[in-house]
């Protein structure tokens, strides 16, 4: 658990202000209270402060009235950020009246609150879906310069492959079927995940496939080779190279047989991968 350890370490000296929006679900405002008796996070709850006061003498938490806590229904920034919506989406044809109604929505009011810079991030999906929770931040919040393909990540905690058995895993679960360009962004985004989350200071990427460097012909091989070529280009320096299978990115001896000379190969602590559709 040192990865957690430390992910915590750095979020104490470096407090962010983060936003719960699904304030009352138990898991969210019990993290919140540890949260806040750990000093980890400054936190923002979306509701109305009675109830939330009440939700947390219910479960016995004791720091919840150090959150900031902020009801749409009562704000007085809640014109601001209704305002701030209906700019931000005027010319996807949303309407004043759509703004007002969407702005009481603890997901968009959250977004909002980041857009208008009062806050660092949210987390929510403990109750909404993960395609209602990524799309008013799709909307709201939209991309880093240079990228215009959001994507996920997970870190699995393993015993031996990866950087001191932390492998940073990039998925293609909010684009299903990325094209050449989304599949090399991912990559990018999923090494630079690694190193500013899991602290991995030199991501090695490897663009998995069912193939290493040419064992199978498949037009699916060709994008992530392509995709590979894409994101050197996108990121010149990143260590990456595909197509490789997953024993070969991870097994030294298999990498060292099927793709020598590969600098990943056998080493890679970042799995980027691809959907089996072209
Ligand atoms: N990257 C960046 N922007 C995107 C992406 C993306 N991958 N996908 C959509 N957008 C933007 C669009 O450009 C659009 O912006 P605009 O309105 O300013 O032009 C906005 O998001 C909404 O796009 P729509 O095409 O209208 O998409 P929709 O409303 O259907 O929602 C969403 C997009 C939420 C990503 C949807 O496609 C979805 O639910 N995807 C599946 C996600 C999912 O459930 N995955 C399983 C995850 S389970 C797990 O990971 C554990």
Redesign the pocket.
């Known amino acids: 658990m040192a990865l957690i350890e430390d992910i915590i370490s750095r979020a104490k000296s470096n407090r962010q202000r983060i936003v719960l929006p699904e304030s009352l679900e138990e898991r969210t405002i019990k993290a919140a209270d540890k949260a806040l008796a750990d000093g980890i996070a400054d936190i923002i709850l979306i509701g109305s402060r009675e109830e939330i006061m009440a939700r947390a003498r219910e479960l016995g938490l004791g720091n919840i009235g150090k959150a900031t806590i902020i009801d749409p229904a009562t704000s007085e920034k809640t014109e601001e950020y209704r305002n701030l919506l209906y700019e931000l989406r005027k010319n996807?044809g949303m309407t004043p009246e759509e703004a007002a109604k969407l702005v009481l929505n603890p997901l968009y009011f959250g977004c909002l609150i980041i857009k208008n810079g009062d806050a660092d991030g949210q987390i929510s999906g403990a109750l909404s879906?993960?395609?209602e929770t990524?799309?008013p931040a799709?909307?709201i919040i939209k991309?880093s310069p240079g990228i215009?393909?959001?994507s996920?990540a997970m870190l699995l905690i393993t015993k031996t492959p990866g950087e001191d058995g932390v492998l940073v895993v990039g998925d293609v679960?909010?684009?299903p079927v990325p094209d050449t360009e989304q599949l090399a962004q991912i990559a990018v985004c999923t090494a630079r995940t690694a190193r500013s989350v899991a602290g991995i200071q030199e991501p090695r990427v490897a663009m998995l496939s069912f193939s290493t460097k040419g064992s199978a012909k498949h037009e699916v091989v060709d994008k992530v080779v392509a995709a590979t070529a894409r994101a050197k280009g996108l990121e010149p320096g990143l260590k990456i190279d595909g197509e490789l299978q997953a024993d070969a990115a991870l097994v030294p001896s298999v990498g060292a047989k099927k793709a020598p000379g590969s600098e990943i190969a056998g080493k890679a602590n970042v799995l980027v991968f691809p959907n089996l559709e072209v």
């Open positions: 996807k879906t993960t395609g990524l799309r799709l909307q991309c215009s393909c959001v996920g679960a909010v684009t």
